[in-house]
Protein backbone atom coordinates (compact mmCIF):
# COMPACT_ATOMS: atom_id res chain seq x y z
CA UNK A 1 0.00 0.00 0.00
CA UNK A 2 1.59 3.35 -1.35
CA UNK A 3 1.08 6.21 1.37
CA UNK A 4 1.44 9.58 0.77
CA UNK A 5 1.79 12.09 3.44
CA UNK A 6 1.31 15.84 3.27
CA UNK A 7 2.21 18.78 5.24
CA UNK A 8 1.97 22.73 5.09
CA UNK A 9 -1.48 24.46 4.69
CA UNK A 10 -2.78 26.60 7.13
CA UNK A 11 -3.99 30.19 6.88
CA UNK A 12 -3.16 32.60 4.60
CA UNK A 13 -4.92 36.19 3.54
CA UNK A 14 -5.69 36.27 0.25
CA UNK A 15 -3.32 37.37 -1.77
CA UNK A 16 -0.85 35.53 0.04
CA UNK A 17 1.30 32.68 -0.65
CA UNK A 18 1.60 29.35 0.79
CA UNK A 19 3.71 25.81 0.59
CA UNK A 20 2.62 22.49 0.79
CA UNK A 21 5.13 19.28 0.37
CA UNK A 22 3.66 15.41 -0.10
CA UNK A 23 6.24 12.91 0.53
CA UNK A 24 5.92 9.38 -0.78
CA UNK A 25 7.55 5.94 0.13
CA UNK A 26 10.82 4.63 -1.02
CA UNK A 27 8.89 2.05 -2.77
CA UNK A 28 7.34 4.57 -5.74
CA UNK A 29 9.81 4.82 -8.32
CA UNK A 30 10.20 6.88 -11.85
CA UNK A 31 7.11 5.33 -13.42
CA UNK A 32 4.73 7.46 -10.58
CA UNK A 33 3.06 10.68 -11.33
CA UNK A 34 2.08 13.35 -8.29
CA UNK A 35 -0.26 15.04 -7.98
CA UNK A 36 -2.38 17.44 -5.82
CA UNK A 37 -6.11 17.80 -5.89
CA UNK A 38 -8.31 19.92 -3.54
CA UNK A 39 -11.86 19.68 -2.18
CA UNK A 40 -14.33 22.37 -1.05
CA UNK A 41 -16.86 21.95 0.79
CA UNK A 42 -20.06 20.85 -0.90
CA UNK A 43 -17.86 20.52 -3.83
CA UNK A 44 -16.38 17.43 -5.71
CA UNK A 45 -12.55 16.51 -5.55
CA UNK A 46 -10.75 18.60 -8.16
CA UNK A 47 -7.70 18.73 -9.92
CA UNK A 48 -4.79 21.08 -9.06
CA UNK A 49 -1.39 20.24 -10.71
CA UNK A 50 0.49 17.20 -11.39
CA UNK A 51 4.33 16.45 -12.23
CA UNK A 52 6.54 13.51 -13.60
CA UNK A 53 8.56 11.76 -11.33
CA UNK A 54 11.67 13.76 -12.34
CA UNK A 55 9.73 16.90 -12.55
CA UNK A 56 10.22 17.00 -16.39
CA UNK A 57 6.59 17.16 -17.27
CA UNK A 58 3.83 19.38 -15.15
CA UNK A 59 0.10 19.85 -15.85
CA UNK A 60 -1.71 22.45 -14.33
CA UNK A 61 -5.69 23.42 -14.16
CA UNK A 62 -6.37 26.65 -15.61
CA UNK A 63 -7.53 28.07 -12.51
CA UNK A 64 -3.78 28.10 -11.42
CA UNK A 65 -1.63 28.72 -13.97
CA UNK A 66 0.74 31.29 -13.55
CA UNK A 67 0.12 31.18 -9.68
CA UNK A 68 0.85 27.61 -8.57
CA UNK A 69 4.02 25.72 -9.14
CA UNK A 70 4.56 22.14 -8.48
CA UNK A 71 8.07 20.61 -8.31
CA UNK A 72 10.43 17.53 -6.88
CA UNK A 73 12.70 18.58 -3.88
CA UNK A 74 16.32 17.28 -5.00
CA UNK A 75 16.42 13.85 -5.23
CA UNK A 76 14.14 12.77 -2.54
CA UNK A 77 10.39 11.29 -2.65
CA UNK A 78 9.27 14.41 -2.05
CA UNK A 79 7.24 17.45 -4.53
CA UNK A 80 6.07 20.87 -3.79
CA UNK A 81 3.35 23.01 -3.90
CA UNK A 82 4.11 26.16 -4.14
CA UNK A 83 0.79 28.86 -4.02
CA UNK A 84 0.95 32.08 -4.87
CA UNK A 85 -1.78 34.78 -4.99
CA UNK A 86 -4.18 32.63 -2.94
CA UNK A 87 -8.02 33.36 -3.67
CA UNK A 88 -11.11 33.08 -0.64
CA UNK A 89 -12.64 30.89 -3.33
CA UNK A 90 -9.52 28.37 -3.09
CA UNK A 91 -10.35 27.58 0.49
CA UNK A 92 -10.49 23.65 0.86
CA UNK A 93 -8.53 20.44 1.79
CA UNK A 94 -5.80 20.02 -0.68
CA UNK A 95 -4.95 16.09 -1.06
CA UNK A 96 -1.68 14.96 -2.48
CA UNK A 97 -2.52 11.54 -4.92
CA UNK A 98 0.10 9.42 -6.93
CA UNK A 99 -0.25 7.07 -9.79
CA UNK A 100 1.66 5.18 -12.17
CA UNK A 101 2.01 6.85 -15.44
CA UNK A 102 0.61 8.95 -17.51
CA UNK A 103 -0.76 12.02 -16.00
CA UNK A 104 -4.04 11.84 -15.37
CA UNK A 105 -6.80 14.61 -14.25
CA UNK A 106 -9.61 12.81 -13.03
CA UNK A 107 -9.08 11.98 -8.90
CA UNK A 108 -10.89 8.03 -9.74
CA UNK A 109 -8.22 7.86 -12.05
CA UNK A 110 -5.54 8.09 -8.64
CA UNK A 111 -5.51 5.02 -6.29
CA UNK A 112 -3.39 6.32 -3.52
CA UNK A 113 -4.26 9.36 -1.22
CA UNK A 114 -2.67 11.19 1.73
CA UNK A 115 -5.14 12.15 4.39
CA UNK A 116 -5.32 15.93 3.25
CA UNK A 117 -4.51 19.34 4.49
CA UNK A 118 -6.27 21.93 4.86
CA UNK A 119 -5.85 25.52 3.13
CA UNK A 120 -7.90 28.47 4.64
CA UNK A 121 -7.71 31.85 2.29
CA UNK A 122 -9.20 34.79 4.41
CA UNK A 123 -11.61 37.17 2.01
Known amino acids: QVQVVESGGGLVQAGGSLGLSCTAP????????MAWFRQAPGKDREFVAA????????YYADSVKGRFTISRVNSKNTFYLRMNSLKHEETAVYYC????????????????WGQGTQVTVSA
Open 26 to 33: DSTTVSFV
Open 51 to 58: TSWNGGST
Open 97 to 112: ATKLTPILTTASDYHH
